[in-house]
């Protein structure tokens, strides 16, 4: 009985353009304009597909119209305290509150938890230096 599926070696490769593509990267190609140039030309082009058009237009407004870098706002948000690592959890508990309050973007959330990530290290550094400064006095007791 014949094994049903698609032959061996049939269809078009991977990355092969579909007929459309083709034609579309020819007419760009073989004009010498630009990309961009290309682009304007198909979008005002009265007698080109709409959708042609419209896709042309798309593509093309992002060369034109670049999209605005955001502009970083203060943000009013009430720290606890952090005099240890055993504070962490409760600030940024706090944070997750005011995300899910809205008076924060999860954005802003994420870059005041990066924060009090960094306020925690350097607690964590304080913590173990003293902790090794002690050991280094009891060992250099020993040593006498």
């Known amino acids: ?38 682009l304007l030309e198909v979008m005002v082009d009265d007698s080109a597909d709409q959708k042609r058009r419209d896709w042309a237009a798309e593509k093309a407004a992002a060369y034109i119209h670049p999209r605005p870098a955001p502009v970083p706002r203060a943000v009013a948000f009430t720290m606890p305290k952090l005099d240890g690592a055993k504070d962490i959890p409760t600030a940024i508990s ?13 954005s ?33 007791g020993f040593g006498r």
């Open 108 to 140: 802003e959330g994420q870059s005041i938890v990066s924060i009090i990530e960094s306020q925690r290290k350097a607690i964590e550094t304080g913590e173990l230096l003293e902790r090794l400064e002690t050991l280094e006095a009891i060992q250099s």
């Open 94 to 106: 706090g944070v997750l509150q005011a995300v899910s309050d809205g008076a924060i973007s999860p």
């Open 1 to 38: 009985m014949p094994k049903g599926g698609a032959r061996e070696g049939a269809g078009r490769k991977p990355g092969t353009l579909n007929q459309r593509s083709a034609e579309m990267a020819a007419d760009i190609l073989g004009s010498g304009k630009s990309p961009l140039e290309y």
